[in-house]
């Protein structure tokens, strides 16, 4: 993930305005006839102007409070971060006395993006915006700071239960650890109901019916219109899905029993070698192919090859320097949080920054030493470069071109971490010969196509929650419906009736929105094959690595400068010349993989 400035959840610029004359409303605000374009230019100016200052100490005081969890750093940043959150609602209020006034397209734009740049819009009035920016701080210090005890003296914090999830296979311990762990949301239950109906008061002062239709109508498009495209995009992936999960509950059924994992029911979700079942990369051990199949690994080459957490993010910087992009400035090697302290709390998600809009960058991370890791530093200073090819940009285009495209970027350069890539490098001696890459797509599958619906599902829960189709009463129910309906997963054992375990997932307390990561997932496979084709890779499209292509690396700026001051339909088309997201390549690029899966269940019975 990434954090342009300040508050995650708050306020970010970062979401795309409707189409100029899509969701007109009536302003609570009475239109003065006199106002002109001049009046709207100079509205937009002021206003970036007034925003950039107040950025900049909410994003210090929220990096302070994210590296160092404390009552002091806490409040600091809750007061910085509700400064700025009140003033934005107010400006993005007020933006509405120009919607009937003609303006230039440019102007527009803007307008629309400081009405749509509010993820929770704070009420107007002054006690209620205070309180609304408290429980978000709250909310995320009870994320950051919790634990699970075992016994008085014997308490386990988040990365190493995640640890023992990845690796650890007694059933047992892993549903003690996914129990556990789900003890920390009960008590953020009614906090999040309390931010949930304040933030819709909000939204309603912006002319909005809750804050579901601001989150959907950030995209270029009627929010309906994106929803229907989501489900086309879903309906593109789900029959790989059906085949991967399918697969995979067999060779589960045969690790722990099948009266551990049923065979006609969905997978119990504390199997899947992660915390919320996202990504099962993890668990390729329990499903490989049975025949010997060399795939490198790349945690015990950085081992080998004494990579330090440094280390790591040296080599992924050397990664954009070989497409051409400059060298991450002084202080970012002097400002980031590499490792978790031992003394202290802290949001150890890995997160990128742009402190100052410039180039002040930092990556927050607890590195783990990795292949995984090494692929989320990729990730991360992914979201560093794209930051600043558009920090020339008027502050109100600095941004992703949709929410997905930021997350994409950083995972298109991970798709480059290919064998080739490892021995050019120096990581790895050889690269395995292609009868191996079932292994390897088998490997990023577990991770890429099986976090597909999970990408999907959270914001289908939130949205109904935001619009109360869901009431706090159902909300843990309408969780587990959605992770069946889509993932096809269930709970190990039975909830408590106190049970929020949605709140036990990151950017729900956290309240970043999450379509983003879908789209990314989609998007990254339409990138990684636009930039092999622009780099000659004449190989199959998952054994290319761009790695040292000066021209895939202009192709791929002259994207990212546009940061969102154009449409996300025109910033695809730069790169790819398709202006509509398509699955196909993320099918394209695993389809080797489907015909072994299909082989592998032909004899079995797939669904739940
Ligand atoms: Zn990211």
């Given at each position: 993930?990434?954090?342009?400035?300040?508050?995650?959840a708050?306020?970010?610029?970062?979401?795309?305005?409707?189409?100029?004359?899509?969701?007109?409303?009536?302003?609570?605000?009475?239109?003065?006839?006199?106002?002109?374009?001049?009046?709207?230019?100079?509205?937009?100016?002021?206003?970036?102007?007034?925003?950039?200052?107040?950025?900049?100490?909410?994003?210090?005081?929220?990096?302070?409070?994210?590296?160092?969890?404390?009552?002091?750093?806490?409040?600091?940043?809750?007061?910085?971060?509700?400064?700025?959150?009140?003033?934005?609602?107010?400006?993005?209020?007020?933006?509405?006395?120009?919607?009937?006034?003609?303006?230039?397209?440019?102007?527009?734009?803007?307008?629309?993006?400081?009405?749509?740049?509010?993820?929770?819009?704070?009420?107007?009035?002054?006690?209620?915006?205070?309180?609304?920016?408290?429980?978000?701080?709250?909310l995320g210090?009870m994320y950051?700071?919790g634990?699970?005890?075992?016994?008085?003296?014997?308490?386990?914090?988040?990365?190493?239960?995640?640890?023992?999830?990845?690796?650890?296979?007694?059933?047992?311990?892993?549903?003690?650890?996914w129990?556990?762990w789900r003890q920390v949301s009960p008590p953020m239950k009614e906090l999040f109901a309390?931010q949930a109906?304040?933030?819709?008061?909000?939204?309603?002062?912006?002319?909005?019916?809750?804050?579901s239709?601001?989150?959907?109508?950030?995209?270029?498009?009627?929010?309906?219109?994106?929803?229907?495209?989501?489900?086309?995009?879903?309906?593109?992936?789900?029959?790989?899905?059906?085949?991967?999960?399918?697969?995979?509950?067999?060779?589960?059924?045969?690790?722990?029993?099948?009266?551990?994992?049923?065979?006609?029911?969905?997978?119990?979700a504390?199997?899947?070698?992660?915390m919320w079942g996202q990504?099962?990369?993890?668990?390729?051990?329990?499903?490989?192919?049975?025949?010997?199949?060399?795939?490198?690994?790349?945690?015990?080459?950085?081992?080998?090859?004494?990579?330090?957490?440094?280390?790591?993010?040296?080599?992924?910087?050397?990664?954009?320097?070989?497409?051409?992009?400059?060298?991450?400035?002084?202080?970012?090697?002097?400002?980031?949080?590499?490792?978790?302290?031992?003394?202290?709390?802290?949001?150890?998600?890995?997160?990128?920054?742009?402190?100052?809009?410039?180039?002040?960058?930092?990556?927050?991370?607890?590195?783990?030493?990795?292949?995984?890791?090494?692929?989320?530093?990729?990730?991360?200073?992914?979201?560093?470069?794209?930051?600043?090819?558009?920090?020339?940009?008027?502050?109100?285009?600095?941004?992703?071109?949709?929410?997905?495209?930021?997350?994409?970027?950083?995972?298109?350069?991970?798709?480059?971490?290919?064998?080739?890539?490892?021995?050019?490098?120096?990581?790895?001696?050889?690269?395995?010969?292609?009868?191996?890459?079932?292994?390897?797509?088998?490997?990023?599958?577990?991770?890429?196509?099986?976090?597909?619906p999970f990408g999907l599902l959270v914001d289908q829960w939130r949205w109904k929650v935001l619009?109360?189709e869901v009431t706090p009463e159902q909300y843990n129910t309408a969780w587990w419906e959605l992770r069946e309906k889509y993932q096809?997963l269930?709970a190990?054992?039975?909830r408590p009736?106190d049970a929020f375990d949605p709140g036990a997932k990151y950017h729900v307390p956290a309240n970043t929105p999450y379509t983003?990561y879908?789209?990314?997932?989609?998007?990254?496979?339409?990138?990684?094959?636009?930039?092999?084709?622009?780099?000659?890779?004449?190989?199959?499209?998952?054994?290319?690595?761009?790695?040292?292509?000066?021209?895939?690396?202009?192709?791929?700026?002259?994207?990212?400068?546009?940061?969102?001051?154009?449409?996300?339909?025109?910033?695809?088309?730069?790169?790819?010349?398709?202006?509509?997201?398509?699955?196909?390549?993320?099918?394209?690029?695993?389809?080797?993989?489907?015909?072994?899966?299909?082989?592998?269940?032909?004899?079995?019975?797939?669904?739940?």
């Amino acid at each position: 993930m990434y954090l342009r400035n300040t508050k995650i959840a708050l306020f970010m610029l970062t979401s795309l305005g409707l189409s100029a004359c899509g969701n007109s409303q009536s302003p609570a605000l009475t239109e003065e006839p006199a106002l002109t374009a001049e009046d709207a230019k100079k509205f937009i100016d002021d206003a970036q102007a007034e925003l950039a200052a107040l950025q900049l100490p909410a994003a210090q005081a929220e990096w302070a409070y994210q590296t160092y969890i404390n009552q002091d750093t806490a409040a600091v940043t809750a007061h910085l971060s509700g400064k700025l959150t009140a003033r934005a609602s107010e400006l993005a209020k007020e933006s509405a006395k120009f919607n009937n006034v003609e303006v230039d397209p440019d102007t527009r734009r803007k307008l629309n993006l400081m009405r749509n740049g509010l993820v929770m819009p704070a009420p107007a009035d002054e006690a209620k915006a205070a309180r609304l920016s408290q429980l978000g701080s709250e909310l995320g210090g009870m994320y950051g700071s919790g634990k699970y005890c075992r016994s008085e003296d014997e308490c386990f914090r988040l990365t190493e239960m995640a640890n023992i999830m990845a690796t650890e296979r007694d059933h047992e311990l892993l549903l003690e650890m996914w129990e556990g762990w789900r003890q920390v949301s009960p008590p953020m239950k009614e906090l999040f109901a309390e931010q949930a109906e304040l933030a819709n008061e909000g939204a309603k002062e912006l002319g909005l019916a809750d804050v579901s239709e601001l989150w959907r109508g950030s995209y270029d498009m009627p929010a309906d219109a994106f929803a229907a495209e989501l489900d086309r995009l879903w309906g593109q992936v789900q029959p790989f899905y059906e085949a991967l999960h399918c697969h995979v509950r067999a060779e589960l059924g045969e690790q722990y029993g099948e009266d551990v994992v049923s065979q006609d029911k969905p997978i119990p979700a504390h199997l899947l070698g992660n915390m919320w079942g996202q990504t099962w990369g993890n668990i390729y051990d329990i499903v490989k192919p049975e025949e010997k199949l060399d795939v490198i690994d790349v945690t015990a080459a950085l081992a080998q090859h004494d990579y330090d957490e440094v280390k790591m993010v040296k080599q992924a910087e050397s990664f954009f320097s070989s497409l051409g992009f400059e060298p991450l400035p002084e202080t970012f090697w002097q400002r980031s949080q590499f490792s978790q302290p031992a003394d202290r709390d802290v949001v150890c998600h890995a997160s990128a920054w742009n402190i100052d809009s410039k180039d002040d960058l930092r990556i927050k991370m607890c590195i783990q030493k990795t292949g995984e890791e090494f692929a989320v530093i990729h990730h991360e200073l992914g979201h560093n470069y794209y930051q600043r090819a558009y920090n020339h940009l008027p502050l109100l285009y600095q941004g992703s071109a949709n929410d997905g495209f930021h997350e994409a970027i950083g995972d298109t350069i991970a798709l480059s971490i290919t064998p080739k890539y490892l021995k050019q490098i120096g990581l790895v001696d050889q690269v395995p010969d292609a009868s191996n890459d079932i292994g390897m797509l088998l490997k990023l599958a577990l991770d890429k196509i099986a976090f597909v619906p999970f990408g999907l599902l959270v914001d289908q829960w939130r949205w109904k929650v935001l619009s109360g189709e869901v009431t706090p009463e159902q909300y843990n129910t309408a969780w587990w419906e959605l992770r069946e309906k889509y993932q096809g997963l269930m709970a190990p054992v039975e909830r408590p009736a106190d049970a929020f375990d949605p709140g036990a997932k990151y950017h729900v307390p956290a309240n970043t929105p999450y379509t983003r990561y879908f789209l990314a997932h989609i998007l990254q496979f339409q990138f990684h094959k636009s930039l092999c084709e622009i780099a000659g890779d004449e190989g199959p499209v998952h054994r290319c690595s761009i790695y040292g292509s000066a021209e895939a690396g202009k192709a791929l700026n002259d994207m990212l400068e546009l940061g969102q001051s154009k449409t996300w339909q025109e910033a695809l088309q730069t790169l790819t010349g398709k202006d509509q997201m398509d699955a196909t390549a993320i099918l394209d690029y695993f389809a080797p993989l489907k015909g072994w899966l299909d082989e592998q269940n032909k004899d079995r019975q797939c669904g739940w």
